[in-house]
């Protein structure tokens, strides 16, 4: 895992976490800062689909909303890092 140079600000240090089963493992909110492109790239992928999944919207609102919080951070978490490069 790579330290970020950035402060995870405090309304991402709140329990808020995704399981992700491509990760094999709970991911909160703020160690998105921390995952590497590989993982990051992989829970982008794993909450895209569900953010996708309309009806399955209706069925688990919840992890729908979580999805998209994680998958929305993770591209600012990504954008920032391509433009360090």
Do not use: C
Not at 8 to 29: A, C, D, N, T, Y
Not at 43 to 71: C, H, Q, V
Not at 74 to 83: Q, T
């Amino acid at each position: 895992m790579q330290n970020s140079p950035y402060d995870i600000p405090p309304q991402e240090s709140k329990e808020k976490w995704f399981r992700s089963h491509l990760l094999g493992r709970e991911v909160e909110l703020g160690d998105l800062y921390s995952l590497i492109p590989n993982e990051l790239d992989l829970l982008m992928a794993e909450t895209a689909e569900i953010r996708s999944d309309i009806e399955g919207k209706d069925k688990n609102i919840g992890k729908y909303r979580t999805a998209g919080y994680f998958l929305e951070l993770a591209k600012i978490i990504e954008k920032r890092r391509l433009s360090e490069i």
